[in-house]
């Protein structure tokens, strides 16, 4: 089992719907990191949560420390969000991130 | 203030050549992180260093590859005979202080065929 899942591994919605993308982990963190990647492209990192709740422009990320969860939601979807969406973690005592295998978004016209 | 550069953003090596990537972190950054994303696959992490120091290195593969970075220039990833399995996405990325709560910011990535 991967020590971090991220649910679903595919999502195709309509432009302007809000769009949830979830989380899970099992080890210990020290931070939790959304990343978007565009195909071909590089990687943007869109927050970095270790606790509560972040917002930018449409952009929400959640996390809950204790059932090791976290969500990304989109609102008000727009083509130009279709991209990658990778949740990943630091954990305690290691600085390296572990990664989640990333959420194919498609936000259709 | 210039992101994190990489270079070269794509590299063609025939098997059993040196393939070499750069990195060259954001002003002020002295960590730096060097991950691989295998075709199809997830990203993995390989090492991470500080100026002159390996801090962890534990998802390197023992053979063939090996990092720096050296007090002055950029940080470089080495891999010695390269095989058909070392094709894929390497992406670096720095940070000012590391520690794992820090926000890593990352090149755009060096592309690697080996043919």
Redesign the interface.
């Known amino acids: 089992k991967n020590e971090v899942e991220q649910s679903p591994q595919n999502l195709t919605a309509q432009e302007g719907e809000f769009i949830t993308i979830n989380c899970s982990y099992s080890v210990g963190i020290?931070?939790l990191?959304w990343?978007q990647q565009h195909p071909g492209?590089?990687?943007?990192?869109l927050f970095?949560l270790?606790s509560g709740k972040k917002k930018h422009g449409r952009l929400i990320a959640t996390i809950n420390i204790q059932e090791k969860h976290s969500s990304l939601h989109i609102t008000a979807s727009h083509p130009r969000d279709s991209a990658v969406y990778?949740c990943?973690v630091?954990?305690?005592?290691?600085?390296?991130?572990?990664?989640?295998?990333?959420t194919h978004l498609i936000i259709q016209p | 203030n210039a992101g994190v550069m990489q270079n070269p953003r794509h590299l063609v090596r025939r098997r059993g050549q040196e393939a070499r990537l750069r990195c060259s972190p954001m002003k002020g950054h002295s960590h730096v992180y060097w991950y691989r994303q295998l075709p199809e696959e997830g990203l993995k992490f390989m090492v991470y260093l500080q100026k002159e120091n390996i801090i962890d290195e534990s998802g390197m593969p023992k053979e063939r590859f090996s990092a720096e970075f050296p007090k002055e220039g950029p940080s470089i990833l080495r891999i010695q005979q390269v095989v058909r399995g070392d094709s894929a996405a390497y992406f670096c990325a720095s940070s000012p202080q590391g520690g794992g709560r820090d926000e890593q910011y990352f090149g755009p990535g060096t592309r690697l065929t080996v043919t």
């Not at chain 1, 492209?41 to 990192?45: D, L």
């Open positions: 020290s931070a990191h990343l492209g590089g990687i943007v990192s970095m270790s990778i990943a630091a954990r305690g005592g290691a600085d390296g991130l572990t990664f989640g295998k990333g």
